[in-house]
Structures are given as C-alpha cells and as structure tokens.
C-alpha cells in the first residue's frame, strides 16, 4: 500500500506544476533540484530529505505542510459568515484570505461616518498598501495625514504608530494589505 504523504505530495505537485504551465524540467530548475529528482517525486514513489522538500515549497511559495497534506479541491466557496470578523475601535475589519499566504495579510475596512481605527505598528520592514474604495479615508502616520478618495492608493510603512479616520458622513470602505518585510 502507497504511503499517504507519498501519494498527496505527487498529486500536489503535478497539479501546481500544470497549473502554472510548467514542465518538470522548468520547475525543477527553479526549486534548484534536478529534474529526475522532480520526477521521481511526482510518481509517487520519491522520499525526498526535509531540505528538497523546503526547496520545493519555496519554488511553489508554498507551506511545506500545503505539499503533503490532502490535494484541495479546485475551488471552494467561503461565505462572509466563515470569515475572520473583528472590530477595532469604531472599524469593522474583516480578514479577506481564508487560507494564510505567507508574509501577506489582506483585510476589508469598513468604516462608520466619523468612525476611527488605531493601527498596530507592524514588524520592522513591513509595509502596507491601503486603498479607498467608497467614502473618504484618512490615514495619519510619520507626523503626516493622507486624504483618500475611492480609488486612491497609499503606500506607507507598516512598523510605524498609524490610524485611519472617516472624516465624512457616509460610511467609508477600505481595503489593507500588509506585507511584511521577509525574516533574515
């Protein structure tokens, strides 16, 4: 009988390789293994070491764990209710990825006419990209305030004291995404 970890790493693999439209020999050449190697982990049959599997994970920007778990379905549904749902000061944030991608956070703000929200200085090096979508918001940080309007886009660094405002009387929507700075 196959190992299980065995069977879900081929299956994972072939699929992110087709997905992406590569040929084993592509991907193994960026995961900077060789492509019997590749090959041989795709049949089902490979036992590779911790470090080629962490190579690998890296050429797909994956968790190690995303490789040898269970294959996912191709798409799955998640409604608003099974989404991360918080509330900062008078700001409803809520967590826009259900699945973790590594270094990246990607919340929608929502905002109450005259609404505010303190912002939590992040890991040295992040920063943080927050877009207007409906409504006026204003983000204060490094001494400065910027005025965004729907469609607008500030770019700013996220380890520093910031807050954001609805300065208007409608309720204002945002979203944030946070990238955070890689680990040395």
């Given at each position: ?25 592509q ?32 050429a ?16 799955r ?16 944030v ?71 405002r ?19």
């Amino acid at each position: 009988m196959a190992d299980p970890t065995a069977v879900h790493l081929a299956a994972n693999l072939r699929q992110l390789r087709e997905a992406r439209g590569l040929t084993q020999a592509q991907i193994a050449r960026t995961a900077g293994v060789p492509r019997p190697t590749w090959a041989h982990l795709e049949s089902g049959a490979g036992n590779p070491t911790l470090a080629i599997l962490v190579k690998v994970a890296a050429a797909l920007q994956l968790r190690v764990e995303e490789l040898i778990g269970p294959p996912k379905a191709a798409a799955r549904l998640y409604r608003a209710t099974e989404l991360t749902t918080r509330t900062r000061g008078t700001t409803t944030v809520r967590r826009l990825l259900p699945d973790p991608i590594a270094g990246m956070e990607l919340d929608r703000l929502e905002l109450p006419p005259r609404g505010h929200m303190t912002g939590v200085p992040h890991t040295p090096g992040t920063r943080e990209y927050l877009t207007c979508e409906r409504g006026v918001i204003e983000l204060a940080a490094a001494g400065e305030v910027w005025t965004l309007r729907a469609g607008d886009v500030l770019v700013f660094r996220g380890d520093q004291k910031h807050g954001y405002r609805n300065p208007g009387a409608e309720p204002a929507i945002a979203y944030s995404v946070v990238c955070f700075s890689p680990s040395p």
